[in-house]
C-alpha cells in the first residue's frame, strides 16, 4: 500500500497543526503545515482582521497542491495541515494529487473563539473565525475523507484518523 496524501482540514482553531503533525508521525510519513505557505502579503492581511478572496489564496492553494504533488510522486505520502474550506479549494488539492484524503476537524463555535483566545504567536485573529464558519463547505458523500469533532484530545483523533484512513485504503 502506498503511503497516503492527507489534508487535514478545518477552520482556524481546530487543532489541524497539533493533529496533522501527530498523524504523520503515525503515518510515519512527512507533515507540513500550508500555513508556512502563504505570502507576506497574505499573513499581512490576515494579521489586520481582513479575509482573504479567493484570488488572494489561489497561489496559496497551488504551493499546497504542489507539496501533496510532489509527496504523491516521491511516494513518501505526506500530511498538510489546510484550511480547504470550500470544495473548490479542495479540488484543486485532488487535482494535483487525486488519490488525496481529507481529515475534516469540526468544533463549535465558542470552543474555537477560546482555543483561538488562548493561541500565541499566530497570525490569524479571532474575528476571522466567523468568516471562516460563513465560508465552509463540508465533505461531501463524494469526497474522499472523514469528519472528525474536537471534543477528544489530539493523540485520540490522530488515531483515529490513521484507523479511518487505514480501512478507507484497504476496504
Known sequence: MRPACVVVMGVSGTGKSTVGRLLADRL????A???DLHSPADIAKMSAGIALTDEDRAP???????WL?????????????CSALKR?????????????CFVHLTAEREELIERMTGRRGHYMPV????????????????????VLHTDRPPEFL??????????????
Not at 510515519?28 to 507533515?31: D, K, R, S, V
Not at 474575528?127 to 472523514?146: C, F, M, N, T
Not at 484518523?161 to 476496504?171: D, I, V, Y
Open 158 to 171: 490522530a488515531e483515529k484518523a490513521a484507523a479511518l484512513l487505514h480501512r478507507q485504503n484497504t476496504g
Open 69 to 81: 504533488h510532489d509527496r504523491m510522486v516521491e511516494t513518501t505520502g505526506g500530511v498538510i495541515a
Open 28 to 31: 510515519g510519513i512527512p507533515f
Open 127 to 146: 474575528s476571522l473565525v466567523d468568516s471562516q464558519l460563513r465560508i465552509l463547505e463540508p465533505l461531501d458523500a463524494a469526497e474522499r475523507g472523514v
Open 60 to 66: 496559496w492553494l497551488a504551493a499546497v497542491g504542489r
Open 33 to 35: 503545515d500550508a500555513d
Open 88 to 100: 473548490s479549494y479542495r479540488e484543486i488539492l485532488r487535482a494535483a494529487a487525486p488519490e488525496v
